[in-house]
């Protein structure tokens, strides 16, 4: 095992240059780094899912010849300058790290009066994007005349929390902050000229300055701001007036994941007044429920619904009791009750008619009583209930904050009545005051990642709730909840002046459900869509052949890519939103064959150092541990690629004090390790040693001591290989099944886990574990067990994810048919599956609830296009030399093929064809460069005619 190293500040021969970069930076960059104080509107910084609003307000005299204004804020902002909007940030960073962005002004200012003005949200709570949340802001610059200099430093701003955004509502899903609801009747003009500043106060400094880091600028470029129109009206119709809704939400800790999940039981209770002995159709939330002592069951029903459940409710005349027990999850009880409008019932805990207090609930979050809420027998009735509980219990009243998302799914439209015909959205659409709840669906022509926007004239107090999904239902309507803990919707309330309503944050969608309630006035709809807002990938790559299903998969595929690539690569735009390590592999390997640009990559892997941290440099222990290896082999393949060796010398050493952490996690020679994620399938993940996990331990050794050699630093590499041996070892002695010459699962508890998962000898061999006088009998076996998967979601063999794996060993030997039907048998319908398709979580959307259609891990086959088809060599798990272009293209079931494919040297060109027992092959490839043409397979028996068009 790696013992403690002495020689840990040894720098070797590239010591020396990191120094020079280092006083090249602070000599030409003086101002690279720095130091700014930290304001909010408060010392304490901020609370849970507060919005903010500064301004600035100043007088020009003469036309601004430089305005530039510095700003960064925690958790996010949106920038405006009279107005017109600039843009959303900072990109994500942690305190340790931040950034800043850097905005050029001058072209939306004015001579006169101008205001600058910046919404700042705190997210007051962990998220996938950003794991920090303190609350604060910084801003500084200057706008220079020729007669005049006027400060942007933040003491020169005034501040006012929003009266109008609600802080209540739940989290959009368990890795995205809260879901967006804003009343701007209360925060109307906010970012407009002349409106009263009384209550607005001068910006206050935090206090713990030290949370922050010194702030470095904005290392990527500024998103894009495309403006995407909603391509197709889907419908127009009437809102259903059939059912009246009672709500109220009770919020639980939720600032983490850890506390997200916990169950929190809880009590309410209501009584449900009827004018008759009769029975009632209800709607309910989830829970436990006991009508006048009895308990009531949900109805089975043919659609089955992940937020609402169908109830008989036999009522008394008069007064019926209904008692409720939930344990509340997700940080949010959002109760909904749905009662027939016509049958003449009331709710009220206090049995008044008409009443506007609705519902009473008793969440102690205490221990102690919560044990008592689980032990307590509802059938014992009301009365027993409010005894045995006595205080704490809350009023809910009608009126209060409901949850948009959870409304946009339980309110139905009248689906035989349209209002407008369907088709292109060119013309506002108007509606009379008898047309005043309305329903309108749209698609967006494909998934987008962006602002969501409505534009139009509406009255003051018209509520408008948008909901957002990635796919249809059965229905053909936008699939709200398909997944139950996810809200994707949002809510305005206009305040009747401003036209444009936007999100503040960017959602990933296809399709939209809108709901416009204006109370009995008319209104119109003049515009809907979203502001793309995705990192600005120029497209160089391309690919055809001989395949049309291959082609689609390849658009699909870099279509997924761009919309998964923001301010640090993403899963998904939709779910998570969330930087994996994992996922980011294939998505450099996309990157490079398609744009080139590894910018965005070199941000990501700071923001890996951050996030791994802890683990790094204190052993904790987080979630999907195999990813922090999967960072170190994402730099690896980065620094092939680029030849940055300054990025790998800074965080050389939080990768050795890795390992280091590992020295007492070793059981029998092998790593124990607490989660793993390794794929979407039924392998094992916790408190195990895991043969996939070791055969990247291993490759992540072998990785560092290739590091250390490039460094000089000779101990450093002989610990590190010593180490390798021995895993590699390991792995033989205990999880090597020498009679069917496979892997076994892992290890748990000392006893072999059977299973054996597809990835668990993919890994290995890939890897440079395994003897390789068993790779062509491993490769066999995987060809046959390929053929048929299974289809259940998330059961299969493999699943997309690994299958970058998979494709990465058949290609290396020269498997190419096996690569290619696979494909086309997996990722043919997800191309096939619209117009404008993206690849797929797992390997079906459509009869399966779970996963998101558009996961950027999926889109590996378009850098196997690239790489195999095409055959320009970019390394990843193979040997490569980026001072040579080598083009060794394979297929074994296509005719032909063309592309361009981005290489570190320049863009190159193939064109293949078979034509009779002959090869041709074109290509173009930077002038000077060393190329070597040498096809493979069923290619390398053709008679190779090179560049015969030249």
């Not at 095409?870 to 272009?885: A, H, Q, R, S």
Request: glycine share 8%.
């Amino acid at each position: 095992m790696l013992e403690p190293l002495a020689h840990l500040n040894k720098r070797g021969k590239t010591r020396g240059f990191i120094l020079f970069s280092l006083i090249l930076i602070f000599s030409v960059w003086p101002d690279l780094l720095m130091s700014q104080e930290i304001h909010w509107i408060r010392p304490e910084g901020g609370e849970r899912n507060e919005y903010v609003f500064f301004r600035k307000v100043f007088d020009l005299k003469d036309e601004a010849k430089k305005a530039q204004l510095h700003l960064y804020v925690d958790s996010r902002y949106a920038l405006y300058v009279n107005g017109h909007y600039l843009g959303f940030g900072p990109v994500r960073s942690y305190h340790a790290n931040p950034y800043f962005d850097t905005h050029d002004i001058k072209p939306f200012l004015k001579i006169g009066v101008n205001v600058i003005a910046v919404l700042a949200m705190n997210n007051g709570m962990e998220t996938f994007q950003l794991f920090d949340n303190k609350g604060g802001v910084a801003f500084w610059g200057e706008i220079i005349t020729g007669s005049e200099k006027i400060d942007l430093g933040i003491r020169s701003w005034k501040a006012k929390k929003s009266a109008g955004f609600d802080q209540s509502t739940p989290r959009f899903s368990f890795a995205k902050g809260p879901i967006e609801s804003w009343d701007l009747r209360d925060d109307s003009g906010w970012n407009l000229p002349g409106i009263n500043l009384e209550s607005w106060i001068t910006p206050i400094p935090v206090n713990n300055q030290s949370d922050w880091g010194k702030m470095r600028p904005r290392p990527i470029p500024f998103l894009t701001k495309d403006e995407i129109k909603a391509f197709r009206l889907m419908g127009t119709y009437p809102l259903k007036k059939e059912e009246d809704i009672f709500t109220f939400r009770v919020l639980t800790p939720d600032l983490d994941i850890g506390q997200y999940s916990i169950g929190r039981p809880a009590l309410a209770y209501t009584y449900i007044y009827s004018p008759q002995k009769q029975n009632v159709n209800a709607g309910l939330w989830w829970g436990e429920y006991f009508l006048n002592g009895m308990r009531i069951n949900p109805k089975q029903v043919e659609k089955t619904s992940y937020h609402r459940q169908e109830f008989d409710l036999n009522l008394n005349q008069g007064w019926n009791e209904l008692l409720i027990k939930n344990n509340i999850i997700w940080g949010t009880w959002d109760f909904y009750l749905s009662l027939p409008s016509s049958l003449g019932l009331s709710v009220s805990p206090s049995k008044k008619i008409d009443d506007t207090e609705w519902f009473r609930s008793f969440v102690p979050l205490d221990q102690k009583l919560e044990q008592q809420i689980r032990q307590f027998d509802l059938a014992l009735g009301l009365d027993a209930a409010v005894k045995a509980f006595p205080d704490r219990w809350r009023s809910h009243k009608k009126g209060e904050p409901t949850n948009p998302a959870k409304d946009l799914a339980w309110m139905e439209h009248e689906r035989s009545l349209p209002l407008s015909s369907t088709g292109a959205f060119k013309e506002p659409l108007n509606f009379t005051k008898d047309q005043s709840e309305v329903v309108l669906f749209f698609d967006m022509g494909e998934i987008q990642l962006g602002q969501i926007f409505v534009e139009g004239n509406f009255p003051v107090g018209t509520i408008i709730d948008i909901g957002f999904s990635e796919e249809l239902n059965k229905d053909g309507l936008p699939w709200l909840y398909k997944r139950h803990q996810i809200g994707a919707g949002l809510r305005f309330v206009t305040d009747g002046l401003q036209k444009r309503f936007q999100s503040f944050k960017p959602y990933g969608a296809r399709y939209l459900k809108l709901i416009i309630r204006s109370d009995g006035r008319s209104f119109s709809l003049e515009n809907v869509g979203m502001l793309r807002q995705v990192y600005p990938f120029q497209t160089v790559g391309s690919f055809s052949c001989s395949d049309p299903l291959m082609d689609r998969i390849w658009e699909a595929s870099w279509r997924t890519l761009q919309i998964c690539a923001e301010d640090s690569y993403t899963d998904t735009p939709f779910r998570e939103r969330g930087l994996y390590a994992g996922d980011m592999i294939p998505q450099i390997a996309i990157t490079q064959a398609v744009s080139g640009d590894m910018r965005l990559a070199k941000h990501s892997l700071n923001l890996f150092q951050d996030m791994y941290r802890s683990q790094m440099w204190e052993g904790k222990p987080i979630r999907h541990e195999d990813y922090i290896l999967s960072s170190l082999v994402a730099l690896d393949e980065y620094v092939k690629l680029t030849g940055d060796w300054d990025l790998v010398g800074e965080h050389y050493n939080n990768y050795k004090s890795l390992i280091g952490q590992y020295q007492s996690r070793y059981v029998n020679g092998l790593i124990k390790i607490d989660d793993v994620f390794i794929e979407w399938t039924t392998l094992y993940k916790r408190d195990a040693a895991m043969t996939a996990y070791q055969a990247l331990y291993f490759y992540s050794l072998q990785r560092l001591a290739d590091w250390a050699d490039q460094f000089g630093w000779e101990e450093d590499k002989k610990a590190f290989l010593e180490e390798a041996s021995k895993i590699k070892n390991s792995v033989y002695l205990n999880l090597w099944d020498k009679d069917n010459l496979n892997y076994f699962d892992g290890i748990k508890d000392g006893e072999i886990l059977k299973e054996k998962h597809l990835t668990s000898t993919i890994w290995p061999v890939l890897m440079g574990v395994t003897d390789p006088q068993y790779h062509h009998s491993i490769v066999s076996w995987l060809k046959e067990e390929i053929l048929d998967i299974g289809e259940e979601i998330r059961k299969e063999k493999i699943s997309p994810y690994s299958a970058f794996y998979l494709f990465s060993l058949l290609y290396r030997y020269e498997e190419s048919s096996a690569v290619e039907n696979f494909i086309r048998k997996h990722w043919g319908p997800m191309a096939l599956h619209n117009d404008r398709p993206t690849v797929w979580e797992n390997f079906d959307v459509v009869k399966s609830d779970i996963g998101t259609s558009s996961h950027a891990w999926s889109g590996h086959p378009l850098f196997f296009m690239a790489t195999e088809t095409l055959g320009v060599n970019l390394g990843f798990f193979k040997d490569f030399d980026p001072t040579i272009i080598e083009i060794k293209p394979q297929s074994e079931t296509l005719t032909w093929a063309k592309g361009i494919v981005v290489h570190p040297l320049g863009h190159v060109e193939v064109h293949w064809r078979i034509e009779g027992d002959n090869l041709f092959l074109n290509y173009k490839a930077p002038e000077g460069a060393k190329v070597i043409v040498n096809p493979k397979g069923k290619l390398s028996k053709l008679n190779l005619i090179i560049n015969p068009e030249n």
